[in-house]
C-alpha cells in the first residue's frame, strides 16, 4: 500500500479528529508534503462541513420557504390524500346504499376503500405536520432575529 493510500484512508476520521495521536501527527506530516492528498483533505472537508450545514443549521429566506411550503410532495401528498379520501368515502357510502339494497358478503373492494380512508387520512396527517413542522422551524428564527 502506498502512503498516500494509507493517509487517504485515515483522512475521514483525521476530519473527525478520531485518530490517535500517532496516526494524527503522521496525516498532519504528510498533508504539508503533499499537494494531492491536501486536496483530497479538503474535498472531502468541504463534503463533511456541507452535510454538518444541511442538517443542524438550516437557515430559510422567504423564497426559500415559499418553495418549502409549496413544494411537490407537499403538495402531492396532500392532493392524493384529498383524492383517496373522497374516493374511499364515496365508495363506502355507495356500499351502504347497495348493501341497504342487496344484502351479501363484504366484497373485496370495501376493504380496499376502507384502506384509502386510513391512507388518506394519513397523508393529509403527514402533509399538515410536515408544514406545521416548517412554520415552527420559521417561528424560532424569527425569534433568533429579534
Ligand atoms: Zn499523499
Not at 111 to 118: D, G, M, R, S
Request: contains cysteine; glycine residues 6%; aromatic residues 8%.
Amino acid at each position: 500500500m502506498s502512503k498516500c493510500e494509507k493517509i487517504n484512508e485515515l483522512l475521514s476520521g483525521y476530519i473527525d479528529n478520531e485518530l490517535v495521536q500517532s496516526d494524527h501527527q503522521l496525516v498532519e506530516i504528510h498533508l504539508r508534503s503533499c499537494e494531492y492528498c491536501q486536496r483530497e483533505y479538503q474535498d472531502m472537508k468541504k463534503l463533511r462541513d456541507a452535510v454538518a450545514n444541511s442538517s443542524v443549521e438550516m437557515e430559510f429566506s422567504t423564497e426559500q420557504l415559499e418553495m418549502i411550503m409549496n413544494d411537490l410532495p407537499a403538495k402531492g401528498s396532500r392532493g392524493l390524500g384529498w383524492i383517496l379520501l373522497l374516493s374511499g368515502l364515496i365508495t363506502l357510502i355507495g356500499f351502504g346504499i347497495w348493501q341497504f339494497a342487496i344484502s351479501d358478503e363484504p366484497p373485496w373492494f370495501i376493504k380496499t376503500a376502507i384502506c384509502a380512508v386510513a391512507f388518506g387520512i394519513l397523508s393529509l396527517f403527514i402533509s399538515v405536520l410536515r408544514q406545521r413542522l416548517v412554520a415552527l422551524k420559521t417561528d424560532r428564527y424569527q425569534d433568533v432575529q429579534i
